[in-house]
């Protein structure tokens, strides 16, 4: 690109950056929107899921024929576990209604009928309205107790009354209902069940999400046998307008609510209050309240290792998707704050930021989060189709490459993320979030899939469970499907060992487009003139390629590069060819100092045509790429991966075991390898190529 186009774009940059950023303390700082709340994106990892399909459960059709085509799913499968009885069984439940055991072959069959218990069951309007959840009690074992959340309309809104308080304009209840199974090992219910606990709620989202135990209490500890559950603001605050709800002591709704199924203390007498509630026994307020300030409290989970934290991946309204450390007694913070950020109720497109005074609210921010990076032309009013799904911290010993993780997804588009559990520290400030680095996905030929191609739908509902090891299971409620992960691959992992071509810096081993620009001084190749654009397709001015040897399949490049451009000019770059057919085919990486337009620090292909950016670090809604590769005039080391077979390409820097670039394309399964620049002068030393024979 011309220098003054450069310079114009970085102009508005900075612009857009001093609208975003004020000085600490000015007025404007809590009136100004931020455009972009959280620029850091997902990191690639360079590690993969290697998934084994297990099952696939049966069609299922909501409560009535559904208005929100997001409902018309194969399923509505939300969760895999591992009953706590140790026979191996796994359960899933169903919104539309079922609640299914799966045998070790992955043959289903169905335990209970929630639906056909209630007449008045519903799961015709709202993303989570239906069988919710189950839990199943510790003890379950000698004890044949679990636990469901269910959603009524219809005639209960006129026959049965909420417990505790109720929205108004109440137009669906919650329900927590205990089951006691006659026989623990039977393969389908029989026995008695009773309600616990009834809520209501006006909007038909956000209800009754998660229930659960801790699954580090012991027998004889207080948490022991105390229930879990997850209680969404009833779905208003999709419009910034909840009535205050979560914020409310008061009131149930957008709260982790914890209890004792095996007391009698409540005001309905069918459970108990745990004296260590944090505000138990408080007058006005809701004993049952764990923690509160919650707008979808979707999933939850505890670290079975090392602190035992208990996590809350909690889904956002209009940009951030956060994880929480929960404890009892924290604050959220919604609808005051969305992640760690200022949501106002008047504006349903833009966050801002926290008021200088913030810390005397104590709002327990987010230890990790992604926000959701709309495109220029979206409908703030609309919903952007990201939602977060915990997820847990692995533990288990099968997978060594996941522990300490936590691993969890985005609902709807299906990326397998994850945060490492040390990183994931509080911050009053809401500064500090632990890095997010995204995970690829293989079947189990060591093809890279995704999990759209998978579940055979762009909008994939996608959620994690695990078995009692702790060994993690995905689901989609697209087409109904279960997998396992039954290892990890590195991403481009391919060892390309039977060519090597090193020492290789004479002036006969290459061949520069224009070779009065180049020097070969003996240990190292200089790019000693910068380049011009050339007719023909847009695509890097001035390379030279190694023309000694075979012409290479997979390969594995290892060199040190250093940009001989001053630092003072910002648009610096070198590149590394490979996949080198001819002038106008082949692959590059762009190795520069700017990440912030489309041709900058990047991977890209040139096919007869200009350059096509291919690496998945793009994001091209706010215009940034993958954090620049090359700041100074020193050294660098850079590996370059390109497995043929697989179409994988991953680059790395400085010795970083994780990959600054990757990128999936098979448009060239061959050819030879290069250095050069577009209009800068730089130089390449310690050149080794590895691969395999072109095929």
Not at 136 to 160: C, I, M, Q, S, W
Not at 600 to 615: E, Y
Request: with cysteine; net charge negative.
């Amino acid at each position: 690109m011309t220098r003054l186009r450069w310079c114009l774009l970085t102009t508005l940059a900075l612009l857009a950056a001093l609208f975003t950023v004020l000085p600490a303390g000015a007025q404007a700082r809590d009136d100004a929107p931020i455009l972009d709340p959280i620029p850091d994106d997902p990191a690639p990892s360079g590690l993969g899921l290697v998934l084994k399909e297990v099952a696939q459960l049966p069609k299922s059709q909501p409560s009535a024929p559904p208005t929100d085509p997001r409902l018309d799913r194969w399923n509505r499968i939300n969760h895999v576990g591992e009953l706590p009885d140790h026979s191996g069984r796994l359960y899933v439940p169903d919104l539309n209604g079922n609640l299914y055991f799966l045998d070790k072959t992955g043959k289903s069959h169905v335990y209970l009928d929630v639906k056909g218990t209630f007449p008045d069951f519903f799961s015709a309007q709202g993303l989570g309205q239906g069988f919710g959840f189950v839990a199943f009690h510790p003890d379950f074992k000698k004890n044949g107790k679990f636990y469901t959340t269910h959603v009524e309309a219809g005639n209960a809104l006129t026959t049965r009354t909420p417990d505790l308080t109720a929205q108004p304009k109440t137009a669906f209840h919650g329900v927590v209902d205990e089951w006691t199974a006659d026989d623990p090992k039977a393969q389908t219910f029989h026995g008695t069940h009773r309600e616990l606990l009834r809520i209501g709620f006006a909007g038909r989202i956000h209800n009754l999400q998660q229930i659960d135990f801790n699954p580090n209490a012991k027998p004889g500890t207080a948490d022991y046998g105390k229930l879990y559950m997850s209680v969404g603001d009833g779905g208003n605050g999709n419009v910034g307008d909840n009535g205050g709800d979560p914020q409310n002591l008061g009131v149930p709704q957008g709260k982790i609510l914890r209890i004792d199924p095996a007391g009698t203390d409540s005001a309905n007498g069918k459970y108990g209050i745990p004296a260590d509630n944090p505000f138990a026994g408080q007058s006005g307020k809701v004993g049952e309240i764990y923690a509160y300030g919650m707008r979808d409290p979707h999933r939850f989970s505890w670290d079975t290792g090392g602190t035992h934290r208990m996590f809350l991946a909690h889904i956002g309204e209009h940009e951030i998707e956060s994880i929480h450390e929960v404890k009892s007694g924290d604050n959220i913070g919604w609808s005051e704050r969305e992640g760690a950020f200022t949501f106002r109720k008047d504006d349903r497109c833009h966050l801002y930021p926290l008021p200088a005074d913030d810390a005397k609210n104590n709002y327990d921010y987010p230890v990790a989060a992604y926000d959701h990076d709309p495109p220029a032309d979206w409908n703030c009013t609309s919903d952007t189709g990201h939602a977060i799904s915990g997820g847990y911290v692995y533990r288990g010993a099968a997978l060594p490459a996941l522990r300490g993780k936590y691993l969890f997804t985005d609902i709807v588009d299906g990326r397998l993320m994850y945060t490492e559990e040390s990183e994931m520290k509080r911050d009053p400030a809401g500064k500090h979030r632990a890095q997010i680095y995204s995970l690829a996905a293989y079947d189990t030929q060591g093809n890279p899939v995704t999990m759209k191609q998978l579940a055979g739908n762009d909008r994939v509902d996608l959620r994690y469970g695990s078995d009692a090891k702790g060994e993690p299971y995905l689901l989609a409620k697209a087409n109904g499907k279960i997998w396992k992960v039954v290892g990890t691959k590195g991403y481009a992992g391919c060892r390309p060992n039977d060519i090597r071509e090193s020492r290789v810096t004479a002036a006969d081993n290459w061949a520069p487009v224009t070779p009065s620009k180049w020097q070969f001084p003996g240990k190292e190749v200089v790019l000693a003139e910068a380049g011009s654009e050339r007719p023909g397709p847009r695509r890097p001015f001035e390379y030279a390629v190694l023309k000694s040897g075979p012409v290479l399949g997979s390969t594995k490049i290892d060199a040190e590069v250093r940009l001989d451009t001053p630092v003072d000019i910002i648009n610096r770059d070198v590149i590394i060819v490979f996949g080198y057919q001819d002038d106008t085919h082949f692959y590059y990486t762009h190795l520069s100092t700017d990440n912030s337009i489309y041709p900058h620090n990047g991977i890209f292909v040139v096919n007869g045509a200009d350059r096509l950016r291919i690496d998945q670090q793009w994001n091209a809604n706010r215009s940034h790429g993958a954090p620049p590769t090359i700041t100074d005039a020193d050294w660098h080391r850079v590996r370059v991966t390109h497995c043929a077979g697989t179409g994988e390409i991953a680059v790395y820097v400085d010795g970083s075991t994780r990959p600054a670039m990757t990128a999936l394309d098979k448009t060239f399964t061959s050819g030879r390898v290069g250095f050069g620049s577009f209009d800068n002068i730089g130089r390449l030393r310690d050149l080794t190529v590895h691969a395999t024979p072109a095929q």
